[in-house]
Nanobody
Framework: VQLQAFGGGLVQAGGSLRLSCAASGRTFRDYAVGWFRQAPGKEREFVAGIGRRGDITGYADSVKGRFTVSRVNSENTVYLQMNSLKPEDTADYYC?????????????????WGQGTQVTVSS
């Protein structure tokens, strides 16, 4: 499966953005998807994940209550709705896929990565 993240941009603190992760391939529904982010000079970190059926989701503590992950398998797309954005959310955001029922917060478990999309939150 090939993945591509898009939808990033520049937004003021308190604003919202919706990122999309578009997948190619008919087997997308076999993959759990994770969202990760990497700020300059920092390690890539887990943000949110969703199981392959969309009924299991999880979030990093730093985004819980502000971000929502969802998927539409018929459209081969996973979304990350980001609300109440903060300057510390500024990073390149990546989506990743693993052929499993369940997502993981460990980036090493993902075998498929899309190119990142940049999110900048101004104060």
């Amino acid at each position: 499966v090939q993945l591509q993240a898009f939808g990033g941009g520049l937004v003021q603190a308190g604003g919202s953005l919706r990122l999309s992760c578009a997948a190619s391939g008919r087997t997308f529904r076999d993959y759990a998807v994770g969202w990760f982010r990497q700020a300059p000079g920092k390690e890539r970190e887990f943000v949110a994940g969703i199981g392959r059926r969309g009924d299991i989701t999880g979030y990093a503590d730093s985004v819980k209550g502000r971000f929502t992950v969802s998927r539409v398998n018929s459209e081969n797309t996973v979304y990350l709705q980001m609300n109440s954005l903060k300057p510390e959310d500024t990073a390149d955001y990546y989506c990743a896929g693993k052929k499993s029922m369940w997502y993981s917060s460990q980036r090493s478990e993902y075998g498929y990565w899309g190119q990142g999309t940049q999110v900048t939150v101004s104060s």
